[in-house]
């Protein structure tokens, strides 16, 4: 049963994520909402299935009350959190396509995403064309009369390239396509889908949605009537989160934009200062004038996000020496949280991809991916200066 919550009318991102969605009066005068980890709920006549109030069925009054929250924030009807992100990704495909059916892939994909369109979509029956992320040439030819879908994110994993995305919303309105984005590079601080017209937005909340690097969740958001198609699916598939997960994915969200920001303006100065050193050879990040989709992404975002890429002069030898020789950052995978974390993705987030797939998306080996955290940006230069040999 949904509760009453209090929704203060405020254009300042800010201050809906603290406020949106949250019960007033509170729960017992407390301003937190409490989990309620309880399976069992007495029932209601009339209850549909998907109704009824169990955790496994996200009705759970904690699951209610983060889907409420995530939904004002992505600018939706509706909201869905997941066991995982891949969890929503393939649970969004699961609802929307049938065996037969044909989708449009546009540029490159987070590793997880890509392994599951080429090894799991053929056993579903499931037709894939990968395109280039601004070539409407290319997703016209791709079209075929069992088309359903079209994929695309935000910002790319990890080359960070921004695709057509109005472009493409549009294309699959027109052909009457579903479009599917994952928004997790972005967030709803620099980007909101829903209003250039994408129906389903999907997350790893595991990153910055949450920002502490201790959790796991997914996250759908679209209209009531598509949540609801992914939920009932999601409800069979058993891929639900936990309340107290839930929980902390909502403390998370409540200081979402201060992080965002602060994490971007610092990776916008990082990129800078590499851009410049004669150390490096290449630098990714839609924020440098040198990005070719810079002028794209300034025109649809407010900030370019905390993750970049880039390559040192060297190769991997060079990449390697200066993993070891940063000492503030984590030589971890993962990303959006609090602390800096830097990876080759080719060891890691796409380790499970072939080298000839790496290579075709340009993802080369001597890649490295840079998550900014929230330290300050003095300390950060300072700390690649040092692992640079200055």
């Known amino acids: 049963m949904s509760e009453p919550s209090h929704d203060i009318e405020t254009a300042s991102f800010e201050t809906a994520a603290v406020h949106a969605a949250e019960p007033r009066p509170a729960h017992g005068g407390s301003v937190v909402h409490p989990i309620y980890q309880g399976t ?21 009054p904690s699951q209610e009350y983060l889907h409420r929250k995530l939904a004002a924030l992505e600018g939706a ?9 891949m969890a929503a990704i393939s649970t969004t495909l699961l609802a929307t396509l049938a065996a037969g059916d044909h989708v449009i892939a546009a540029g490159a994909f987070y590793g997880g995403t890509h392994h599951f369109l080429t090894e799991q979509a053929p056993r579903l029956g499931w037709k894939i064309d990968f395109v280039g992320p601004d070539d409407r040439d290319a997703w016209t030819e791709a079209l075929r009369p069992e088309t359903k879908a ?21 294309f699959s309105r027109e052909h009457g396509l579903t ?11 620099v980007f909101r889908p829903h209003a250039v017209g994408f129906d389903l937005v999907c997350h790893s909340a595991t990153k910055a949605l949450n920002g502490h690097s201790d959790l796991v969740a997914g996250v759908v958001t679209g209209s009531e009537a598509a949540v609801a198609k ?7 598939y058993g891929g639900s989160l936990d309340p107290h997960a839930g929980f902390l994915l909502a403390r998370g969200l409540k200081t979402l934009a201060l992080r965002v920001r602060q994490q971007g303006a610092t ?17 990714n990040h839609p924020g440098l004038e040198s ?7 300034a025109a649809l975002f407010d900030g370019y996000g905390s993750v970049f890429s880039f390559r040192p002069a060297g190769g991997v030898e060079a990449a390697e020496s200066l993993l070891k020789g940063l000492s503030i950052p984590y030589v971890a995978p993962s990303l959006g949280g609090v602390e800096s974390l830097v990876t080759r993705p080719a060891a ?43």
């Open 230 to 236: 992914v939920r009932h699916v999601l409800n069979l």
């Open 267 to 283: 990776s916008l100065a990082l990129a800078r200062f590499l851009e410049g050193h004669k150390g490096i050879a290449q630098v």
């Open 179 to 189: 479009s599917i984005i994952d928004n997790t590079f972005a967030t709803p601080v």
């Open 77 to 85: 009807e509706a909201a869905l959190a997941t066991a995982s992100g």
């Open 348 to 390: 890691t987030s796409h380790a499970g991809m072939s080298p000839e797939e790496r290579a075709a998306e340009g993802i080369h080996d001597d890649l490295v991916r840079f998550s900014t955290g929230i330290e300050a940006a003095d300390d950060l230069i300072a700390d690649f200066a040092r692992a640079l040999g200055e």
């Open 150 to 170: 079209f994929i695309v994110e935000t910002i790319s994993n990890p080359l960070v390239r921004v695709a057509d995305l109005a472009g493409i919303a549009a």
């Open 40 to 60: 069992v709920f007495e029932t209601v006549p009339g209850e549909t299935y998907d109704q009824i109030q169990y955790i496994r069925l996200n009705t759970n």
């Open 291 to 297: 990005h070719p989709d810079h002028a794209r992404a």
